[in-house]
């Protein structure tokens, strides 16, 4: 089993190779991949060292899997040569997510989509990943008919420049190159990645349009508002559900337990709920604050936090790819 990291040195990248080894994935040979500017350099791997290369010896190296995690331009560019040379492409970026040819997967929801023909395979957003894993089985139960989230995302998930800018602003640095059009130390910025006509930015859209391609359910009404706030460890979620059918809310904390991936987390006389802090370093997510919504009917409020390096990006990437092996599909 070949495996290609690509855009290994990068936070996400990082983070996957990590969880190569913890999870004890069966490779043979492994290829970390970066720009040139990176090409030559070492990179340890389960203790041994390796040379970091270029897309274009990548591709020559015909690994059976590789994991995207270098950027939109970069996928566009490489995924469809690594697809034509016989890999299967697992992508973190938002190149293909919405492309109509192209599965868009979180394993505990909708892997058995997944066939051999599948070259090119789309991770979702961060976002998006741990609300739709709360969402999946709600849904199920009680048919949604509209959400509104609110998210208080992590500077991890902008990338290693925004995590400088934090560092550097938290010593009192200003002159550091920054990531966000403010400071994010001691702040709070609507705004996640561009700006539409519309008003709202990519980040919220991209949770939008990928929760209905994930549930398959085109007709859910969905607004949502992204916030940058000064914190690592995971994104935080505040979600309000109308759903078609009434509930009892004992009920939906079982249904959420029963969940595997979700923990729930809601004992508030103990002050328990989850926390950017508490999910740091988690595969799961963790879902609390689970409360009717009085003012409007069949509604309730959620809170759902998960670690955005992993679940809402590597870990959810190597969970497809070990569903492939599992299922010959490889």
């Known amino acids: 089993m070949r495996v290609a990291v690509v855009g290994a ?9 990590q969880l190569l080894e913890e999870r004890n994935f069966p490779i043979t040979e492994f290829i970390p991949v970066a720009s040139a500017r990176s090409a030559g350099k070492k990179l340890n791997f389960r203790g041994k060292d390796y040379t970091i290369v270029t897309n274009e010896d ?8 590789a994991l995207f995690s270098a950027g939109g331009s970069t996928s566009l560019e490489w995924a469809p040569k690594y697809a034509e040379a016989g890999t299967t492409v697992i992508d973190n970026s938002s190149a293909w997510r919405m492309d109509e040819t192209k599965r868009l997967v979180v394993p505990e929801i909708n892997a058995n989509c997944l066939t051999k023909d599948d070259k090119i395979i789309a991770n979702p957003n961060c976002s ?3 609300l739709v894993m709360a969402l999946a089985p709600l849904h199920k139960a009680y048919g949604i008919e509209r959400l509104v989230i ?23 640095d200003t002159t550091v190159e920054k990531a966000y059009p403010h400071p994010i130390y001691g702040n709070a910025i609507p705004h996640c990645d561009v700006f539409y006509d519309n008003g709202y930015t990519k980040e919220e859209l991209k949770m939008v349009n990928e929760t209905r391609k994930i549930l398959a359910d085109d007709s859910l009404r969905i607004t949502a508002t992204a916030v940058r706030i ?5 994104h935080s979620e505040s979600v309000n559900i109308t759903f078609a059918k009434d509930f009892e809310e004992g009920d939906i904390s079982r249904l ?3 969940v595997s991936g979700i923990t729930v987390q809601d004992d508030i006389k103990n002050n328990l709920y989850p926390m950017p802090l508490l999910s740091n370093g988690s595969d799961e997510v963790f879902v609390g604050r689970i409360r009717r919504d009085y ?9 759902v ?17 070990e569903y492939l092996m599992e299922n010959n599909l490889v």
Do not use: F, H
């Open 9 to 17: 040195t990068g936070l996400v990248g990082t983070v996957m190779c």
């Open 58 to 65: 990548a591709v020559k190296a015909k690994p059976d899997i």
């Open 128 to 130: 998006t990943i741990q």
């Open 150 to 172: 609110s998210t208080y995302q992590s500077i991890t998930g902008t990338g290693v420049k925004a995590v400088r800018q934090y560092e550097a602003e938290a010593k009192g």
């Open 230 to 234: 000064p914190t690592t460890g995971g």
């Open 256 to 258: 959420l337990d029963e």
């Open 295 to 303: 003012s409007a009917d069949n509604s309730l409020n959620l809170w």
């Open 305 to 321: 936090v998960s670690d955005n390096l992993r679940k809402g990006a590597a870990t959810n990437a190597i969970q497809i790819a």
